[in-house]
């Protein structure tokens, strides 16, 4: 990372007199009949690492488009620092690098040469253009794929350059929607151990996912978002204490076969030879629990924290 990159902290105590980076309010976003997004709000301050979270059309890349002036938004306030996203567009957009879902550079144009046209476009020039380009993709691990044709790249590299490009002007705010879609696991994971880098750096990282485990290693707050709406909104911790639970997993010798509840005095599901007990919030009997399978053939005992993926379905299919 450059020496220019810009470090901003939020001290608790004065987070309420900060601006937010990126503020919506009851956004609306609408195609025709169909409403994308039905007036969410949320505020993300600076420095903060967060996450909306959802499936196939949830309404993430419209909200994102809606922030980057990408899609016209049907109503609703967005400001990016203060600045409102239509009547100060070029403020706003000068404080955002956005790394979109879909590819959308020349296939046939090399690597470098991509980032050294953006990198005109923010009105770098000279050797301040030639240095920020070649410390980019050396950063990014692209610097051997140099004078490569963007379409000769693996997913991953591709998914590099976008934030190559994203990153030119030096932004406070990095929006990445899908980063890691169709990423292998090496890419996905220097992809994550890069953002991360830069959040540590002070710079405000907005991105979408739908795989939990990416919000849950990435994000210090998440909100999850379905049929356009945010259904929950809160640290990933507080979301983990809420929503989430202890759940003790038995592993027998061989599958169960015929299963009752009152058999172990708690409901119980068998998925093969696991047998999965969810712990109740308050009391649970462990000795009365143990009494109950000791007969089992058990091989194994664990407890295990409820994963955010049971959360989502849990949170998707009751709202
Ligand atoms: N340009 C468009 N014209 C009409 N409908 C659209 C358009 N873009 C998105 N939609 C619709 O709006 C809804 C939300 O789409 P959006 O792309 O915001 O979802 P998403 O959460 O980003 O999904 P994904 O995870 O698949 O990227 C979907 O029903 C989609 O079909
Ligand atoms: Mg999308």
Request: one cysteine or more; aromatic letters at 6%.
């Amino acid at each position: 990372m450059g020496k220019e990159e810009k470090v901003i902290s939020v001290k608790k105590d004065d987070a309420s007199k900060v601006v937010p980076a990126i503020h919506i309010k009851n956004l609306v976003k609408k195609y025709g009949k169909l409403s994308a997004v039905s007036g969410i709000s949320l505020d993300i301050m600076p420095g903060e690492f967060f996450a909306l979270l959802g499936p196939n059309g949830a309404g993430k890349s419209s909200t994102i488009g809606s922030l980057c002036g990408l899609v016209n938004k049907t109503s609703g306030e967005v400001r990016v620092f203060g600045s409102d996203v239509e009547s100060d567009y070029k403020l706003a957009r000068s404080r955002i690098g956005l790394v979109p879902q879909e590819l959308n550079m020349d296939k046939f144009e090399k690597v470098r040469q991509v980032l050294l046209f953006n990198a005109g476009y923010f009105g770098l020039s000279g050797t301040a253009r030639i240095a920020r380009v070649d410390s980019l993709l050396h950063e990014l691990g692209l610097w051997s794929k140099r004078d490569a044709k963007v379409m000769q790249l693996s997913g991953g590299m591709k998914r590099k350059l976008m934030i190559a490009r994203a990153l030119l002007h030096n932004p406070d705010i990095l929006i990445l929607d899908e980063p890691t879609a169709g990423v292998d696991v090496e890419s996905r994971r220097s992809i994550w151990e890069y953002v991360r880098k830069l959040n540590l750096a002070g710079k405000t990282i907005f991105l979408t996912t739908h795989y939990i485990e990416e919000a849950q290693q990435l994000c210090s707050r998440i909100a999850i978002i379905n049929n356009g709406k945010i259904i929950a909104l809160d640290s990933k911790d507080k979301i983990m204490k809420d929503f989430g639970s202890q759940e003790i997993v038995v592993t027998l010798s061989s599958a169960i076969k015929k299963l009752s509840s009152e058999q172990f005095g708690y409901p119980v599901e068998a998925r093969g030879k696991e047998l999965i007990v969810r712990v109740p919030k308050g009391d649970f009997d462990y000795k009365k629990f143990l009494k109950r399978i000791i007969d089992l053939p058990v091989e194994k005992i664990e407890m295990r924290q409820t994963r955010l993926e049971d959360i989502f379905v849990k949170l998707t299919n009751t709202k």
